[in-house]
């Protein structure tokens, strides 16, 4: 993807924690991904909008079910991820 450099202005004190934490080299990066997923958010929040106008709001017990799916797919993966720790460590 073809890249140019634009000027941007930011708290200086969120800056440097940012660039402290992730090295001079990939502060762009860091950047670049935090836009992408925002941008990312932004067009899921419209079409749940889009959905709701079109198929009205979700049902209470829906969100009930897919927030306890969700749970139980964040244990599954924390679990797989305990079982590849190295002997006698948690992950």
Known sequence: MATK???????????????????PGAFSAYV???IER??????????VKWLEDEYGPVAEA???AVE???REIE??????????????KAA
């Open 62 to 64: 829906d969100l009930s």
């Open 38 to 47: 925002r941008r990312e958010r932004d067009r899921l929040g419209e079409l």
């Open 5 to 23: 450099k634009y000027t941007v202005t930011l708290p200086e004190e969120l800056a440097e924690e940012i660039r402290s934490e992730v090295g």
């Open 75 to 88: 244990r599954w993966f924390e679990e797989q991820d305990a079982g590849s720790a190295p002997h006698g």
């Open 68 to 70: 306890a799916e969700r």
């Open 32 to 34: 670049t991904r935090a």
